[in-house]
């Protein structure tokens, strides 16, 4: 039971485009999502995260959008570098203000930036 | 900047024996999680530790696993009798508190032969 969904195995872009990343949910009470950037043999590093009252949450060249209605978020990267090149994990946990909540992960999206 | 450390990098070990793998959190966070990545598959959630309990499990932690903190600053995983099917990458993370994000180690990989 896919709880989080990243539909998107891969996405290739240009250097200096913008990158958008996509992430469905299921789990309606899941109300704290967050964005997680893997490389090979290192562990998620946290990107940016948007609670279930907001719609948009903006970090340097991050930016998370949050549609509860479709259960959708999506995280867009302007300019994207090379450097952002990495598996891109979409999470969401239910319980905000809860202590110790679980973090259901989406199977992640590989991002490859072309210089 | 702070980070969370896991000690060893790299664990092999034969099936059936115990493993205990080791995690240092951030110092002043107070929940401690473990995960694991089965290669090619998704990071899956283990178990949450908070106040000296467990405070969420999943499934996948049953009676084979354990977690401790032993001390001031470390956080283990024990695998009672390790299977073939225990071999992934396991990570451990931290947080500050409830709604706040968990920082990840870069994982201990546990290879079971």
């Known amino acids: 039971d896919q709880q989080v969904k990243q539909n998107s195995p891969s996405l290739s872009v240009q250097e200096g485009r913008i990158s958008i990343l996509n992430c469905d949910y299921t789990n309606s009470m899941f109300d704290y999502f967050l964005w997680y950037k893997k490389y090979p043999a290192e562990g998620p590093t946290f990107l940016i995260s948007?609670?279930?009252?907001?719609d948009k949450n903006e970090d340097g060249r991050f930016t998370v959008f949050l549609n509860k209605s479709a259960k959708h978020l999506s995280l867009h990267i302007v300019p994207s570098q090379p450097g952002d090149s990495a598996v891109y994990f979409c999470a969401a946990s239910h319980g905000f203000n809860n202590a110790g909540k679980m973090l259901t992960f989406g199977v992640g999206t590989r991002l490859l930036v072309k210089p | 900047e702070p980070e969370v450390t896991q000690t060893p990098s790299h664990q092999v070990t034969q099936m059936g024996q115990e493993v205990i793998l080791r995690c240092v959190p951030i110092s002043n966070h107070l929940y401690f999680y473990w995960y694991r990545q089965i290669l090619g598959q998704k990071v899956e959630f283990l178990v949450s530790f908070y106040n000296n309990e467990i405070s969420e499990k999943s499934e996948i932690f049953d009676d084979q696993f354990s977690v401790e903190r032993p001390d001031g600053s470390n956080f283990t995983l024990k695998i009672r009798s390790t299977k073939l099917e225990d071999s992934a990458m396991y990570f451990c993370a931290s947080s500050e508190g409830p709604g706040t994000e968990a920082f990840f180690g870069q994982g201990t990989r546990l290879t079971v032969v």
């Open positions: 948007i609670s279930s009252i907001k």
